[in-house]
């Protein structure tokens, strides 16, 4: 079955805010680190940064740090991502991944949320 | 956090042995003992092959490999096959738990 659902595509202006969910299975839910990484069209992947979805803690990348937050809804097992002050380089697929706790790689990817910044 | 090294491209024949290099800077990939390694075929996520440096999940093939010298970690695939046509990446675990991937290499089949 599908253990990490992302939401749908979302378009954008310059300057907006965009927010994406991922919702995981209870599983991955209680016992993984929730990354997020994108990629760019036809770029390489960029990691953005994490959150343990049961305590809320986070690190992001520094290139990020002011623009993104993430959050966490236990109840429902989803993790958010919202990027702020949208440009057109933020252009990209945004993908969640699960990294069990006692690893420190990704193990199960969603097929990811695309992201249009257009005016 | 510049990304990680590796070549843009690396080709071989059915059958060969090929390697892709991931190299950090500062000490980003010998630091610590987390490189993993990711296949994305065109248009699918991101499959981890190689964790830890050179350890397989289940059901990945033997033919990857995985292994760090200093500050370079190596993908190696050997007999390759048609299926290997694909993307990899490294991502190395740095300071404070920040990761980093690599800038991705293309391979290609011959």
């Known amino acids: 079955q599908v253990q990490l659902v992302q939401s749908g595509a979302e378009v954008k202006n310059p300057g907006a805010s965009v927010r994406l969910s991922c919702k995981a299975s209870?599983?991955?839910?209680?016992?993984?680190?929730m990354h997020w990484v994108r990629q760019a069209p036809g770029q390489g992947l960029e990691w953005m940064g994490w959150i343990n979805p049961n305590t809320g803690g986070t690190n992001y990348a520094q290139k990020f740090q002011g623009r993104v937050t993430m959050t966490t809804d236990t109840s429902i097992t989803t993790i958010y991502m919202r990027l702020d002050s949208l440009r057109s380089d933020d252009t990209a697929l945004y993908v969640c991944?699960?990294?069990?706790?006692?690893?420190?790689?990704?193990?199960?990817w969603g097929i990811g949320t695309t992201v249009t910044v257009s005016s | 956090q510049s990304a990680l090294t590796q070549p843009a491209s690396v080709s071989g024949s059915p059958g060969q042995s090929i390697t892709i290099s991931c190299a950090g800077s500062?000490?980003?990939?010998?630091?610590?003992?987390?490189v993993s390694w990711y296949q994305q075929h065109p248009g699918k996520a991101p499959k981890v092959i190689i964790y830890d440096v050179n350890d397989r999940p289940s059901g990945v093939s033997p033919r990857f490999s995985g292994s760090k010298s200093g500050d370079t970690a190596s993908l190696t695939i050997s007999g390759l096959q048609a299926d290997d046509e694909a993307d990899y990446y490294c991502?190395?675990?740095?300071?404070?738990?920040?990761?980093?991937f690599g800038t991705g290499t293309r391979v290609t089949v011959l």
């Open positions: 991502c190395a675990v740095i300071r404070g738990s920040t990761y980093v």
């Open positions: 991944a699960s990294q069990p706790y006692d690893f420190w790689h990704m193990a199960v």
């Open positions: 209870g599983h991955i839910f209680a016992g993984s680190y």
């Open positions: 500062g000490g980003d990939v010998g630091v610590y003992g987390y």
